[in-house]
T-cell receptor, first 112, second 112 residues
Framework: GQNIDQPTEMTATEGAIVQINCTYQTSGFNGLFWYQQHAGEAPTFLSYNVLDGLEEKGRFSSFLSRSKGYSYLLLKELQMKDSASYLCAVSRNAGNNRKLIWGLGTSLAVNP | DSGVTQTPKHLITATGQRVTLRCSPRSGDLSVYWYQQSLDQGLQFLIHYYNGEERAKGNILERFSAQQFPDLHSELNLSSLELGDSALYFC???????????FGPGTRLTVL
């Protein structure tokens, strides 16, 4: 079947670095997305990885290992505004369609 | 601002009633997705339309229905509402199937 696992909650300190992991099991893998969602707001797109390796975008980086079914989101120089839920989502081929499978999200609290 | 619009922003209604939520995708996007997010829950995929045709169904109840019109806007109809239908309803759009999804601000539905 298809499954996505990510930690439910994490805490970190302002200015520090935090790594949020996501493991998945799926057939027909077609890429992995990370989204940020502040409480009561819409998810916003952060990154997309389809090939193995690290993609860096400012303070945020995302890594993918397809052979291990593993990704992480790295947040550097944490700011209070980074307190949010981080959603991992896997795209998979399903017949002549593609489906996005969402993780439950990791709630990150950044403390001063 | 993602470019996806949703109306209304808030909706309060009573059990047994019927409501319609509206979504306008980003200019040029052909795919529209509907999601439900209950308090402290993950995103639940409901249904996906591409260029006016239904492409995929998720955990959508029979009391719920949707459609995408020729101008590509979409409506989600919720009928015989129950207390448990209270949630945030998000619409997202993408250029094509499985492309990055951009979310609207959501409609917060409260059923009393």
């Amino acid at each position: 079947g298809q499954n996505i696992d990510q930690p439910t909650e994490m805490t970190a300190t302002e200015g520090a670095i935090v790594q949020i992991n996501c493991t998945y099991q799926t057939s027909g893998f077609n890429g992995l997305f990370w989204y940020q969602q502040h409480a009561g707001e819409a998810p916003t797109f952060l990154s997309y990885n389809v090939l193995d390796g690290l993609e860096e975008k400012g303070r945020f980086s995302s890594f993918l290992s397809r052979s291990k079914g593993y990704s992480y989101l790295l947040l550097k120089e944490l700011q209070m505004k980074d307190s949010a839920s981080y959603l991992c989502a896997v795209s998979r081929n399903a017949g002549n369609n593609r489906k996005l499978i969402w993780g439950l999200g990791t709630s990150l609290a950044v403390n001063p | 601002d993602s470019g996806v619009t949703q109306t209304p922003k808030h909706l309060i209604t009573a059990t047994g009633q019927r409501v319609t939520l509206r979504c306008s995708p980003r200019s040029g996007d052909l795919s529209v997705y509907w999601y439900q997010q209950s308090l402290d829950q993950g995103l639940q995929f409901l249904i996906h339309y591409y260029n006016g045709e239904e492409r995929a169904k998720g955990n959508i109840l029979e009391r719920f229905s949707a459609q995408q019109f020729p101008d590509l806007h979409s409506e989600l109809n919720l009928s015989s509402l129950e207390l448990g239908d209270s949630a945030l309803y998000f619409c997202a759009s993408s250029v094509v199937v499985s492309d990055t999804q951009y979310f609207g601000p959501g409609t917060r539905l409260t059923v009393l």
